[in-house]
């Protein structure tokens, strides 16, 4: 992976991720719901590195100008059932 990826709190459980790829910059949102924290079932979680993590899991099945601007972990972890587990997997390493 050759993107960049910066994450920036902008509000309670919002994030926003600007992803660089050479020349192409992208701006995404980045929410989630303490259901779907707790069902990673990880003590002081840091929500700023879930949202990295999330958007570097996106990124490794699509492009970031191919990726949503608006991205709810609750619709992701409904809509992927690989989301969760390799969520846990990069946030326990």
Same mark, same amino acid.
């Given at each position: 992976m050759s &993107? *960049? @990826?910066e994450v920036t709190r /902008? %509000?309670?459980?919002e994030y926003r991720a600007v992803v660089q790829d050479g020349l192409d910059t992208t701006q995404h949102r980045v929410t989630m719901s $303490? =259901? @779907?924290l707790d069902d990673l079932l990880i003590p002081d979680l840091d /929500? $700023? *590195?879930v949202a990295r993590e999330t958007v570097k899991y996106l990124l490794e099945r &699509? =492009? %970031?100008d191919e990726m949503p601007e608006e991205i709810d972990l609750d619709h992701l972890s409904n809509h992927d059932k690989n989301f969760l587990t390799e969520l846990k997997a990069r946030l326990t390493n």
């Amino acid at each position: 992976m050759s &993107e *960049r @990826v910066e994450v920036t709190r /902008t %509000g309670p459980m919002e994030y926003r991720a600007v992803v660089q790829d050479g020349l192409d910059t992208t701006q995404h949102r980045v929410t989630m719901s $303490h =259901a @779907v924290l707790d069902d990673l079932l990880i003590p002081d979680l840091d /929500t $700023h *590195r879930v949202a990295r993590e999330t958007v570097k899991y996106l990124l490794e099945r &699509e =492009a %970031g100008d191919e990726m949503p601007e608006e991205i709810d972990l609750d619709h992701l972890s409904n809509h992927d059932k690989n989301f969760l587990t390799e969520l846990k997997a990069r946030l326990t390493n």
